[in-house]
Nanobody, 118 residues
Framework: QVQLVESGGGLVQAGGSLRLSCAASGRTISRYDMGWFRQAPGKERERVALITWSASTYYADSVKGRFTTSRDNAKNTVYLQMNNLKPEDTGIYYC????????????WGQGTQVTVSS
């Protein structure tokens, strides 16, 4: 089992920055792909960033060039640096983990709220 805890959310003005953290426990995440997802009110959850177990990164078009994900396996933690935030980035941000052989994300955090004011 992997337990995930997100932190770092908050209220920020448009154009501002936030850094989210996802701390894992229970198992080392070095063999896990880690994803960042967000769910806006009334919308389905969408993936915004992915960092694979080998540290390849992928981003949704809507955040490309503004968000950066990274991982520190020694700290069992992944990060999402969010710059130039927009009101449409508002939502609950979740991190998820999947074994490198899996397609589906197996483990989820409880989420952290990000609110961007215009």
């Amino acid at each position: 089992q992997v337990q995930l805890v997100e932190s770092g959310g908050g209220l920020v003005q448009a154009g501002g920055s936030l850094r989210l953290s996802c701390a894992a426990s229970g198992r080392t995440i070095s063999r896990y792909d880690m994803g960042w997802f967000r769910q806006a009110p009334g919308k389905e959850r969408e993936r915004v960033a992915l960092i694979t177990w080998s540290a390849s990164t992928y981003y949704a078009d809507s955040v490309k060039g503004r968000f950066t994900t990274s991982r520190d396996n020694a700290k069992n933690t992944v990060y999402l640096q969010m710059n130039n935030l927009k009101p449409e980035d508002t939502g609950i941000y979740y991190c998820g983990a999947r074994n490198k052989y899996s397609v589906e994300f197996e483990y989820w955090g409880q989420g952290t709220q990000v609110t961007v004011s215009s």
